[in-house]
């Protein structure tokens, strides 16, 4: 058994929370470099160099790049050989989220009573926290602060098999038009297929943390990906929305086993500002 | 990327009416910032025939919540929110005065015909750059609705903000003019 203490775990929260939403990560930055290069309309263009242009300052000022430094969804991977120590694990996530939103200065975003009060609970608590158990003696924390234009835009349905792969791309694709520029493109689109409708949900989100510019492992999947993705930049959205060439930076999709009369698919979008972070410990 | 115009706040009828979808500006001026929650009592208050505390004549307002500022700087991130989730209100605040609507994404065809019926226009900022908009405002103070947080109403007083016209008072869209443009239909998906 090897021990981790709740303490470290609460300032790793803190620091990733607090880092992610100042700097990109390299995977995300590349991209939209390289988005800037194949990109055909000149607005969109002009966005995107004033995207990067945000990047810098950020960093340099210590700004957050986006004022929305979302909701603040952590996954833990907890090896099965971890001993934690020294209080509650869930709490200890929620003090480092608190401790990172305000040392950081990033922005409180979350209200109680969602349907009537809506009342701001003024540290960026509860945070929406997910364990895996996996084998080892390490745990993992990964993070990502949601921002709501983006999340807005989620949607799940579940489609009868018959509609089969094509159905999927036409789902997808039509949702991302739908969003047109609310999402803050160019976007990263998250998409989940199979398992039951929380599944799919969550492996379109969890989608989304693979780097950018790598493919589903799964030859199929990858082929379903590059369609995705060619569909929707076909749509013309371009960045903000503006028109142009380039309106996701990716498509990442991954499939679970289902039910014999189900196919669920999960649409989850980000916006460019692809914002997430990881340790162990 | 077509040379932006440099604009000084508050716009007059003249200027308005010149305005394009497309066209790229750079704002100086006094802007108020607000959102939802004083979207939703503002009109309450209308509503009761009190009046508001805010000159809402030719005024305009960017959709916007900030990050809290560092010490020695007026404001933290901030960058656009949504606009589509003031849709409802916007009319009612147009009918009052309110010229310009500064936001990020899709306005209903009843926003759209507003910014047509009262001369107004919809420019659109940059979203999720609100590190680099941040940098163009000079000094913001919370006005009214103090208890909203970051969602009060605050002035702003900006200095060569970048904006896109999205919807202008003739009707022009950029969102779908430019997505026409950029549209391929020969889809092989």
């Known amino acids: 058994m090897r021990e981790i203490n709740v303490e470290d775990i609460t300032k790793t929260v803190a620091h990733l929370f607090e880092h992610s939403c100042h700097y990109l990560t390299d995977d995300v930055l590349a991209a939209l470099k390289q988005a800037r290069g194949k990109e055909k309309s000149p607005v969109a263009c002009g966005v995107l160099d004033r995207l990067l242009e945000n990047v810098e300052i950020a960093g340099k000022e210590q700004i957050p790049m986006c004022q929305d430094t979302g909701l603040a969804i952590v996954w833990l991977e907890i090896g099965q050989e971890v001993h934690i120590t020294g209080g509650d694990l869930y709490k200890a996530v929620n003090e480092g989220v608190r401790k990172g939103y305000d040392e950081g200065y990033l922005r409180k975003s979350v ?115 590059r369609d995705i993705l060619r569909g929707v930049n ?47 410990l | 990327m077509t040379e932006a115009k440099k604009i000084t706040l508050p716009l007059t009828d003249e200027v308005l009416k010149d305005l394009k979808a497309g066209d790229n500006l750079l704002l100086t001026g006094v802007i108020y910032q607000f959102r939802d929650a004083a979207h939703k009592r503002i009109v309450e208050v209308l509503d009761q025939g009190k009046s508001l505390p805010i000159d809402i004549k030719g005024a305009a307002v960017f959709y916007m919540g900030p990050s809290p500022a560092r010490p020695g700087r007026p404001i933290g991130s901030a960058g656009p929110t949504t606009s589509g989730r003031m849709d409802s209100y916007s009319p009612r605040l147009m009918d009052e005065g309110l010229k310009v609507m500064i936001g990020k994404g899709l306005r209903s065809q009843t926003v759209k015909d507003a910014i047509v019926k009262y001369n107004g226009v919809y420019l659109g900022a940059i979203g999720g750059a609100g590190a680099l908009i941040a940098k163009s405002i000079k000094k913001a103070e919370v006005v009214a609705y103090e208890d909203l947080g970051a969602e009060a109403i605050r002035r702003l007083e900006v200095e060569d903000f970048p904006v896109t016209v999205v919807n202008d008072s003739h009707g022009g869209d950029l969102y779908e003019e430019g997505r026409a443009k950029y549209r391929v239909t020969s889809s092989t998906t």
């Not at chain 1, 991302?176 to 929380?198: A, K, L």
């Not at chain 1, 991954?254 to 649409?267: D, G, M």
């Open chain 1, 111 to 225: 209200v109680s009573q969602p349907f009537s009060a809506r009342v701001n609970t003024k540290d960026n608590t509860p945070a929406d926290i997910w364990t895996d158990i996996v084998p080892g003696d390490k745990l993992k924390i990964i993070v990502m602060p949601k921002g709501g234009g983006s999340e807005n835009m989620s949607r799940l349905t579940v489609l009868t098999p018959a509609k089969g792969r094509q159905g999927i791309i036409d789902y997808v694709v039509n949702r991302v038009s739908e969003s047109g520029s609310n999402p803050c493109p160019p976007v990263v689109v998250g998409v989940g297929i199979g398992g039951t409708t929380e599944k799919t949900m969550m492996l379109a989100k969890k989608a989304l943390l693979r780097k950018l510019g790598q493919p589903n492992p799964d030859a199929e999947i990858a082929e379903l990906e």
């Open chain 1, 234 to 280: 076909n749509l013309g959205i371009g960045a903000m929305g503006y028109g142009g060439t380039i309106t996701a930076l990716a498509v990442h999709a991954e499939a679970f086993p289902c039910h014999i009369a189900s196919l669920p698919v999960a649409v989850c979008l980000m916006c460019w500002c692809d914002r997430k972070g990881e340790a162990t």
